[in-house]
């Protein structure tokens, strides 16, 4: 069953509106910052095809990142670093870019609706929904949008290093790309805190 509006309608009946989706993208490569998106939908304009963006081709996902680009009410975008993944923990990270998307949305929610355990800084209400993005449109769009700002990112750093196949594996520790790490080291952009980049053979000197 794909994602529905029922709990963007209740809220927005119980007198909170708008609604925005919060979700984010990316905790898991080895390469690459967190990305994070949030979504305010028009009740009166839903697009059609969301889904989450984990169950969507990569086509499929541009052609629905344009469709809630047209009718979305506000879209924001935001990112966490290398060096903030580093620094904090890449969950702390997460939030710091989930709080960043809601803070860049140019209209301001009155409830947020996130995917996962965790609710980020806010200032308004909120819930966190676990395995949200298959159960709120709003949060499925959010990581429709999240996912694709996240891959456009991944290939523009695969022109500057193209080496670990980031445009195919968007940082993720695939085959390739751990062969490329033992070859050519870390760039500035890989996680040095996440294993395997901990290990001296991966973590090498690395490459500027």
Known sequence: MPPHFLTETRILRDGARPVAGVDEVGRGPLAGPVAAAAVILDPRRLPEGIDDSKALSAKAREAAFERIAASALAIGVAFASVEEIDRLNIRRATLLAMGRAVGALHVTPN??????????????????????????????????????????????????????????????????????????????????????????????????
């Open 111 to 208: 409830y947020v609706l996130v995917d996962g355990r965790d609710l980020p800084k806010l200032a308004c209400p909120g819930e966190a929904i676990v395995k949200g993005d298959a159960l709120s449109l709003s949060i499925a769009a959010a990581s429709i949008v999240a996912k694709v700002a996240r891959d456009r990112q991944m290939r523009r750093l695969a022109a500057l290093y193209p080496h670990y196949g980031f445009e195919t594996n968007a940082g993720y520790g695939t085959a390739e790309h751990l062969a490329a790490l033992r070859i050519h080291g870390p760039t500035p952009f890989h996680r040095m805190s996440f294993a395997p980049l901990r290990e001296p053979r991966l973590g090498g000197a690395g490459v500027s």
